[in-house]
């Protein structure tokens, strides 16, 4: 746990994700985002802040200044079942995307029974109840992630794919398609701020932690502040924010 109070990003391997899920969702968030704009933009996000976010819409930090991260993105939240309390995740069309709801809501039950038991282990870390962390999974959010690769002009000043930020929840698991351009800095007050490369490692997800379990314990384990640069290649990443 040395990892969580020295960088609050770790790599897990033997996560349980299987390979062939992880790379359907791959297949499924591409035949997404290569779609035209207007198609994409039927399904922009709605008041729940679910569904399709385009490049340069908005940042998600303070940090970013208000300036708008050069991914798109696909929120996707609890009530992946379409229960009736939570109506409100959006799907492309079944007929030209038949699988997209089911891949996404396996990786979604799948990425969510993994982050349950990280969040076992790091309470049993801290001499905790394994369950002290139990989240109900009510404000997770699904985000398959693409950048572009070319050059966007920004109308807001924005030049990297995700802007300086911290997640806000308790914690972040990622995958990435390899593509480099994540990085972290360790201390966020240094001047000039030193970022370091996240090297990916394969089969791995980067995890971390965010300013909810920062605070829950109390600064031991850091929400670091991370970044994506754009790096002139076309990069894939799937995240998924368990907040509450
Ligand atoms: O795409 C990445 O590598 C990072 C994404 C990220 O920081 C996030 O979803 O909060
Ligand atoms: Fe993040």
Not at 127 to 148: C, M, W
Request: aromatic share 10%; proline share 5%.
């Amino acid at each position: 746990m040395q990892a969580l109070v020295d960088y609050g990003f770790f790599y897990v391997i033997n996560h349980g994700i299987d390979d062939a899920l992880m790379k359907s969702v791959y297949a499924e968030s591409a035949s997404f985002f290569q779609q035209p704009m207007e198609e994409k933009m039927a399904l922009h996000k709605n008041s729940s802040h679910r569904g399709y976010i385009p490049p340069d819409f908005e940042g998600f930090e303070a940090d970013a200044g208000g300036k708008g991260d050069l991914l798109e993105c696909f929120h996707i939240g609890s009530g992946v079942d379409g229960d009736s309390k939570n109506p409100v995740n959006q799907w492309p069309p079944a007929e030209r995307f038949p699988y997209w709801k089911e891949t996404m809501k396996s990786y979604y039950q799948c990425a969510m029974g993994t982050s349950k038991r990280i969040l076992s282990l790091i309470a049993l870390s801290l001499d905790l109840d394994a369950e002290f962390f139990k989240p109900d999974g009510s404000e997770t959010i699904l985000r398959p992630i693409h950048y572009s690769g070319r050059a966007i002009e920004s109308k807001h000043g924005s030049d990297h794919g995700a802007n300086a930020h911290t997640d806000y929840g308790m914690l972040t698991l990622l995958s990435t398609d390899g593509t480099p351009g994540l990085q972290i800095c360790r201390d966020k007050d240094g001047r000039p701020q030193l970022w370091e490369d996240v090297h990916h490692i394969d089969g791995a997800l980067v995890v971390n932690i965010g300013d909810l379990l920062e605070r829950w314990t109390n600064n031991v384990y850091r929400s670091t502040l991370h970044r994506v640069l754009m790096v002139g290649k076309e990069r894939y990443s799937v995240s998924i924010l368990t907040n509450c």
